[in-house]
T-cell receptor, first 116, second 110 residues
Framework: GAVVSQHPSWVICKSGTSVKIECRSL??????MFWYRQFPKQSLMLMAT?????????EQGVEKDKFLINHASLTLSTLTVTSAHPEDSSFYIC????????????FGPGTRLTVT | GENVEQHPSTLSVQEGDSAVIKCTYS??????FPWYKQELGKRPQLIID?????GEKKDQRIAVTLNKTAKHFSLHITETQPEDSAVYFC?????????FGAGTTVTVRA
C-alpha cells in the first residue's frame, strides 16, 4: 500500500507555455501533499504544501502565481507551471501523507520537465 | 526554518566495509528523521527512520543513531554491497514539513 503516482513522467514544452503535473495517491487518502523541486545533483527543495480543500502554503522564494497548486480531492493534487522558462527545467517530485498519520511521506516517481 | 547539514558529500568504500553518513539539524522541535536512498532519475526511497523519542534503530545492515542533545543523527551501513551505491539524503521533520540534507553520493567499489 501507499502508492503515489505522477503524470506525466516527463514533459518537454516551449518557453512561455504552461504545464500541468498530476500527483495521485492510488490506495490511500492524502489530506496533505507536498511538491518538491530537485535540480541535477542537488537536494530536494520543498516548494509548497498542498492541503485538500484549502489554499496551498508556499515556501519562501517560490512564486505562487507561477506555480499554481490545486488539491481538489483527497487523492489528487496538481502543479501547474505557468509561463515556463528554461530555468524552470527540473525534476518535480510530489509526496503525500496518509490522512490521520503525520510522519512518513510517500513519494511519487517524479516528473522531468524540460523547457526549450 | 530547519537547516540540515550532511557530511560527507561523497563517500567511496570498498565492498564489505562500512559507510557512515552524518547529519546535524538546527531546530530542536524537529521530531522525525528519515533517511532516503535515491538512484538517478528515481524517487527517494525510505530506507530507515527514527523518531525523537528513540536513540537508535537497526534494520539488518542499516542503522541510525540520534543524539537529540547534540542535534545530530547518523546512518550506518555495514557490509556494503555494490547495490548500495546511490545518493543518500537525511531529512528532519518539523510541523509536517521535511528539510533535506544536501546528499551523499556513496560509491561501493567491488
Amino acid at each position: 500500500g501507499a502508492v503515489v503516482s505522477q503524470h506525466p513522467s516527463w514533459v518537454i514544452c516551449k518557453s512561455g507555455t504552461s504545464v500541468k503535473i498530476e500527483c495521485r495517491s492510488l490506495d490511500f487518502q492524502a489530506t496533505t501533499m507536498f511538491w518538491y523541486r530537485q535540480f541535477p545533483k542537488q537536494s530536494l527543495m520543498l516548494m509548497a504544501t498542498s492541503n485538500e480543500g484549502s489554499k496551498a502554503t508556499y515556501e519562501q522564494g517560490v512564486e505562487k502565481d507561477k506555480f499554481l497548486i490545486n488539491h481538489a480531492s483527497l487523492t489528487l493534487s496538481t502543479l501547474t507551471v505557468t509561463s515556463a522558462h528554461p530555468e524552470d527545467s527540473s525534476f518535480y517530485i510530489c509526496s503525500a501523507t496518509r490522512t490521520g498519520e503525520g510522519y512518513e511521506q510517500y513519494f511519487g516517481p517524479g516528473t522531468r520537465l524540460t523547457v526549450t | 526554518g530547519e537547516n540540515v547539514e550532511q557530511h560527507p558529500s561523497t563517500l567511496s568504500v570498498q565492498e564489505g566495509d562500512s559507510a557512515v553518513i552524518k547529519c546535524t539539524y538546527s531546530d530542536s522541535a524537529s521530531n522525525y528523521f528519515p533517511w532516503y536512498k535515491q538512484e538517478l532519475g528515481k524517487r527517494p526511497q525510505l530506507i530507515i527512520d527514527i523518531r525523537s523519542n528513540v536513540g537508535e534503530k537497526k534494520d539488518q545492515r542499516i542503522a541510525v543513531t540520534l543524539n537529540k542533545t547534540a542535534k545530530h543523527f547518523s546512518l550506518h551501513i555495514t557490509e556494503t554491497q555494490p547495490e548500495d551505491s546511490a545518493v543518500y539524503f537525511c531529512a528532519a521533520r518539523r510541523d509536517y514539513k521535511l528539510s533535506f540534507g544536501a546528499g551523499t553520493t556513496v560509491t561501493v567499489r567491488a
